[in-house]
T-cell receptor, first 112, second 113 residues
C-alpha cells in the first residue's frame, strides 16, 4: 500500500511569488492534516480535513494560506504571496478513524 | 492543551533498553498520550499511544503512572537504526478518533555502537 506522498519535495521561490504544495493521502483515508515546521521551531498543526470539509483550520497562520481538498482525495496548500517567514518543512498526514496519523516525507519550502 | 517536557537529547549503546520520560503535569482527564519517532528528512511515524497503566506493542512499551502526570517510552534493545527524534504528544481525541497533534521539541536519541 502506498503511503502519503507530497509534491514537490523541495521548492525554492522568491518572496511575493505563489507556491502550491500537494498531498496525496493514503487511499480511503478521510482525515487529512497539514503541519509545518518553520526553521528552528516545533512542528505546528495547520488544519484538518474530513473528506472535503475543513474540520479545524485553527492553525492556519494568516489569509495568505489556502488549503483545498476537492473531492475528498488529494489536497493542496497554496501560499500567496509567500513571505520569508514561510520557509520551512510542510508535512501532510492522513488517517482513517484511528489515532495513528501517517505522515508524508514533507515539502521543504525555501523563500528567498 | 497539555504542555510536555522531555529531555533534549540522550545517548545509548546498541542492545540497551532506553527509557524516555515525558512530563505533562497539567494533563486533562480526556487527554491521551502518544509517541512519535522521526528520522531526518522524513515525516513523524507513530510508535504507541496510551491513556493509563501500561501499553505494549511490537516496538515499544508505554508506562503511565496513576496520576498520569508523566509517561515513559521504553525501547527494548535499541539498535543504530533507532537513532531518531522521539516526540511525546498529549491531547484529546476528536471525533472519529481524530487527533490534533501538538509537537514539542522532542528527544534526540543517539544510539552508539
Amino acid at each position: 500500500e502506498a503511503g502519503v506522498t507530497q509534491f514537490p519535495s523541495h521548492s525554492v521561490i522568491e518572496k511575493g511569488q505563489t507556491v502550491t504544495l500537494r498531498c496525496d493521502p493514503i487511499s480511503g483515508h478521510d482525515n487529512l492534516y497539514w503541519y509545518r515546521r518553520v526553521m528552528g521551531k516545533e512542528i505546528k498543526f495547520l488544519l484538518h480535513f474530513v473528506k472535503e470539509s475543513k474540520q479545524d483550520e485553527s492553525g492556519m497562520p494568516n489569509n495568505r494560506f489556502l488549503a483545498e481538498r476537492t473531492g475528498g482525495t488529494y489536497s493542496t496548500l497554496k501560499v500567496q504571496p509567500a513571505e520569508l517567514e514561510d520557509s520551512g518543512v510542510y508535512f501532510c498526514a492522513s488517517s482513517q478513524n484511528t489515532v495513528e496519523q501517517y505522515f508524508g516525507p514533507g515539502t521543504r519550502l525555501t523563500v528567498t | 492543551l497539555a504542555k510536555t517536557t522531555q529531555p533534549i537529547s540522550m545517548d545509548s549503546y546498541e542492545g540497551q533498553e532506553v527509557n524516555i520520560t515525558c512530563s505533562h503535569n497539567n494533563i486533562a482527564t480526556n487527554d491521551y498520550i502518544t509517541w512519535y519517532q522521526q528520522f531526518p528528512s522524513q515525516g513523524p511515524r507513530f510508535i504507541i499511544q496510551g491513556y493509563k497503566t501500561k501499553v505494549t506493542n511490537e516496538v515499544a512499551s508505554l508506562f503511565i503512572p496513576a496520576d498520569r502526570k508523566s509517561s515513559t517510552l521504553s525501547l527494548p534493545r535499541v539498535s543504530l537504526s533507532d537513532t531518531a527524534v522521539y516526540y511525546c504528544l498529549v491531547g484529546p481525541l476528536g471525533p472519529s478518533g481524530t487527533y490534533k497533534y501538538i509537537f514539542g521539541t522532542g528527544t534526540r536519541l543517539k544510539v552508539l555502537a
